[in-house]
Nanobody
């Protein structure tokens, strides 16, 4: 069974930085696109950033120039570097990835449990 586990969240002041990490574990054959979503209070879940196997990236307009997504394939890990954080970035952040396992040789979408990021004085 594939699991995604996020870390690195917490409380930060406006203008500060945080780096989220997400590690995929299990019998993994390959990981394709990896993504970060977020869901703020009273809001719908939204796609924040994505990164393909060729390291091509896409970002939501609201985070362009402030957030950077990257991946370390040897460690089955995706990162989200968040700079110049704003109160409106407060949300639960979810890791998401398309993973092909050894046991079932088809790619399925997996989610992490989510991690809270709070931007406040």
């Amino acid at each position: 069974q594939v699991q995604l586990v996020e870390s690195g969240g917490g409380l930060v002041q406006p203008g500060g930085s945080l780096r989220l990490s997400c590690v995929a574990s299990g019998l993994i054959f390959s990981i394709y696109e990896m993504r970060w979503y977020r869901q703020g209070p009273g809001k719908q879940r939204e796609l924040v950033a994505s990164i393909g196997t060729g390291a091509n990236t896409n970002y939501a307009n609201s985070v362009k120039g402030r957030f950077t997504i990257s991946r370390e394939n040897a460690k089955n890990t995706v990162y989200l570097q968040m700079n110049s954080l704003k109160p409106e970035d407060t949300a639960v952040y979810y890791c998401n990835a398309d993973v092909e396992g050894f046991e079932v040789r088809s790619a399925f979408e997996y989610w992490g449990q989510g991690i809270l990021v709070t931007v406040s004085e």
